[in-house]
């Protein structure tokens, strides 16, 4: 069964960093392209970044570049994604999501973790 | 690529038959999914290749259009079903979600 499970969410403050974590199993990770997409409290889904299966491949969107660096160590089935200069807008449920096979959308995705930007 | 859901609620009754309607700002092929979310649960993949249904899906839901104009219906709604559904380009390597349909009993 493919799983992900996302970690490293929590309180930080607006300025602040954070490092989210999103484990995989059940499936080989090295060959799915991963995304992470966030939802804020009563909102809609954003998708805020992407990585191809090795690593070289990335983009994101307007509102976190050059605030967010996501990235992935295949041989630990991981996915990573650093914020930084957090403010009080990021503040959101995020989902590690994968790609199962190539130029589809994402079809498998984790439980989330909740990022709370607030002083 | 900007997308554009309509209506953005619906309320309907079991066994009713309902069609909520995704547009993209430029064309995107069929590069169009969609998904659907239940409260405090991550969203679930429907539909993508905007008419290719995900294994396991019911075949009460169904997807068609292409380039700008896209549609999803629930040919006889179910309880489980009641939940907001959103669409998403992949044409873009930029992903974009319309804002969400929320289908209300």
């Known amino acids: 069964e493919v799983q992900l499970v996302e970690s490293g969410g929590g309180l930080a403050q607006p300025g602040g960093s954070l490092r989210l974590s999103c484990v995989g199993s059940?499936?080989?990770?090295?060959?799915?392209?991963m995304n992470w997409v966030r939802q804020a409290p009563g909102k809609g889904l954003e998708w805020i970044a992407f990585?191809?299966?090795?690593?070289?491949?990335?983009h994101y969107a307007d509102s976190v570049k050059g605030r967010f660096t996501i990235s992935r160590d295949n041989a630990k089935n991981s996915l990573y994604l650093q914020l930084s200069s957090l403010r009080e807008e990021d503040t959101a449920v995020y989902y590690c999501?994968?790609?199962?096979?190539?130029?589809?959308?994402?079809?498998?995705w984790g439980q989330g973790t909740l990022v709370t930007v607030s002083s | 690529i900007q997308m554009t859901q309509s209506p953005s609620t619906l309320s309907a009754s079991v066994g009713d038959r309902v069609t909520i309607t995704c547009r993209a700002s430029?064309?995107?092929?069929?590069?169009l999914a969609w998904y659907q979310q239940t409260p405090g649960r991550a969203p679930k993949l429907l539909i993508y290749?905007?008419?290719t249904l995900e294994s396991g899906v019911p075949s009460r839901f169904s997807g068609s259009g292409s380039g700008t104009e896209f549609t999803l219906t629930i040919s006889s709604l179910q309880p489980d079903d009641f939940a907001i559904y959103y669409c998403?380009?992949?044409?873009?390597?930029?992903?974009?979600f319309g804002q969400g349909t929320k289908l209300e009993i």
């Open positions: 990585i191809g299966s090795g690593g070289t491949t990335i």
């Open positions: 430029q064309s995107i092929s069929s590069r």
């Open positions: 290749w905007a008419s």
């Open positions: 998403q380009q992949y044409q873009s390597p930029m992903y974009t």
């Open positions: 059940g499936f080989t990770f090295s060959s799915y392209s």
């Open positions: 999501a994968g790609e199962s096979t190539l130029s589809s959308p994402p079809d498998h």
